[in-house]
């Protein structure tokens, strides 16, 4: 009996004299292990007869129990004075400036976004989204492109299949932005306008083609609305978007399915040492027109698929690639760079956070 107390003396005082983590564990080990000394006394009590095991068993248990609890409380304070230790030696000022200032840049895509809905903003139109999955209907159908239309072959979609269908819908990845016209007639009342930045999809890739881009939707219904008003908001934005009086516009004759009638804008540009420079007269001599949007009076049609009477409202739409944008106005000439990631691009086309787009400031940063 003796010997188990003066067993557990020992070990309970080698325990608690142990100053390392390592040196504890192979106390546990010599103790609790396998063939540790308490384990092996423990296993005694098999073969003991039933009054022996009287005798000794509880003295045996209350040295496990007694071993188990100081390791337990010697690990817990070894590893509190570590974790102490550690947190004196580690010790971070949070008020010293940063050694390596941050890396990041807003992208060109992004920057212009900022500049046309403070564009718009300044004429009254809010910013309106959609999904990027998109429903074959919103895309295609209520914007008069029905399923046997060969403007739907030309949009190389990238469809979901049979396995992905909402509401007996095929999906899709959106071909453009007008999709956000449908839902924004659908579910707001007129008077409306709107523009709509976002991702769009086609199954195209070249060197001014990607398989994702960014198109800006512009959409207004009202009474009375004429092709007028089109074109006065259209120069109205490319003026304060290049920061020239001098943009000129020309409206041609095309066709969309969703527009009637159609027109494609031409803006005139500069040859500037080489370069073209958006603005200037686009039949002077060293100028010239350059294709820039599609655009056109809302059709009838795509009013009446959302629920409103064409005789009541009219409108007009614009579509125009944002990436052409800022490559217009940036100076950029390969589309695919766009979407690279890579940091000495970011560093040399991107923006600073706190070049934010203001009217008053300028949006041309
Ligand atoms: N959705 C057309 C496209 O992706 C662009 C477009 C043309 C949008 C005319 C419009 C529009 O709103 O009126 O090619």
Not at 1 to 10: A, F, N, Q, R, V
Not at 254 to 263: A, C, I, K, R
Request: charged share 25%; aromatic share 8%; hydrophobic share 40%.
């Amino acid at each position: 009996m003796t010997e188990i107390t003066s067993l557990k003396d020992g070990l309970v005082a080698d325990i608690e004299s142990t100053d390392t983590l390592d040196a504890l564990e192979a106390l546990r080990v010599g103790a609790l292990g396998k063939s540790g000394v308490v384990t092996g006394l423990l296993k005694t009590l098999g073969a003991m007869t039933p009054e022996e095991r009287q005798a000794k068993g509880p003295a045996i248990h209350e040295l496990r129990e007694s071993v188990t609890a100081a390791i337990t409380a010697r690990k817990a304070a070894l590893e509190t004075a570590a974790l102490d230790a550690r947190l004196a030696a580690e010790r971070l000022d949070m008020t010293l400036p940063a050694e390596v200032a941050p890396q990041g840049s807003v992208h060109p895509v992004s920057q212009v976004m900022d500049e046309l809905a403070e564009i718009f903003a300044d004429l009254g139109f809010s910013v309106a989204t959609g999904p990027e999955i998109e429903d074959d209907w919103r895309n295609f159908s209520a914007l008069n492109i029905p399923e046997t239309h060969p403007a739907r072959a030309m949009h190389d979609t990238f469809y979901f299949g049979d396995n992905y269908q909402v509401d007996g819908k095929a999906m899709l990845l959106r071909t453009h932005t007008s999709p956000v016209q449908i839902r924004t007639m659908v579910s707001e009342a007129p008077p409306i306008r709107i523009i709509a930045p976002g991702r769009v999809y086609r199954s195209d890739s070249d060197a001014t083609h990607t398989p994702m881009f960014h198109q800006v939707e512009g959409l207004v219904i009202d009474k009375g609305i004429t092709l007028g008003h089109l074109k006065w908001t259209l120069e109205t934005f490319l003026k304060a978007y290049f920061e020239r009086e001098d943009m000129v516009l020309r409206l041609r004759p095309s066709y969309f399915p969703f527009t009637e009638p159609s027109v494609e804008v031409d803006v005139g540009f500069t040859w500037v040492n080489g370069q073209r420079v958006m603005g200037g007269s686009g039949d002077a001599e060293n100028g010239g027109w350059m294709e820039l949007l599609g655009s056109g009076m809302v059709h009838p049609a795509v009013i009446r698929n959302c629920g409103l009477d064409p005789d009541e409202w009219q409108g007009f739409a614009f579509g125009v690639g944002v990436d052409r944008l800022a490559m217009l106005k940036y100076g950029m000439n390969d589309l695919r760079a766009f979407f690279d990631g890579d940091l000495r691009w970011l560093r040399h086309y991107g923006f600073s956070a706190l070049d934010v787009p203001t009217l008053s400031g300028g949006v041309g940063a």
